[in-house]
């Protein structure tokens, strides 16, 4: 079993930025595949941004390249999901998920590679 939550999230004004955090426990962090999901009021959850276990591989939707970055910290068993230039549309909640099993190909855009999810924290940007 792993636990996750995440906070950081807020309400800020177009351009400022924000640092999400997830903290996981009750496994080996190092086992953890990580994701970052969000949903939108009326829309489906959808990817944002994935670090592999060794954190050598990030993974990012079209729409946050170069604005959003995604790090963990082995020590702290947290990833991080830094938001900058942020935009109206990046309004949701934000969820992180997490997958301790093995696998054989890295679907980490979908979220049935997932096993487990936050309570998700909500971003506001405000134009």
């Known amino acids: 079993q792993v636990q996750l939550v995440e906070s950081g999230g807020g309400l800020v004004q177009a351009g400022g930025s924000l640092r999400l955090s997830c903290a996981a426990s009750?496994?080996?962090?190092?086992?953890?595949?990580m994701g970052w999901f969000r949903q939108a009021p009326g829309q489906e959850r959808e990817f944002v941004a994935a670090?592999?276990?060794?954190?050598?591989?990030?993974n990012y939707v079209d729409s946050v390249k170069g604005r959003f970055t995604v790090s963990r910290d082995s020590a702290k068993n947290t990833v991080y999901l830094q938001m900058n230039s942020l935009k109206p549309e990046d309004t949701a909640v934000y969820y992180c998920?997490?997958?301790?099993?093995?696998?054989?190909?890295?679907?980490?855009?979908?979220?049935?590679?997932?096993?487990?999810w936050g309570q998700g924290t909500q971003v506001t940007v405000s134009s």
């Open positions: 998920a997490a997958r301790t099993s093995t696998y054989i190909g890295e679907y980490y855009h979908q979220r049935s590679f997932y096993e487990y």
């Open positions: 670090i592999s276990r060794s954190g050598g591989r990030l």
């Open positions: 009750g496994r080996t962090f190092g086992t953890c595949y």
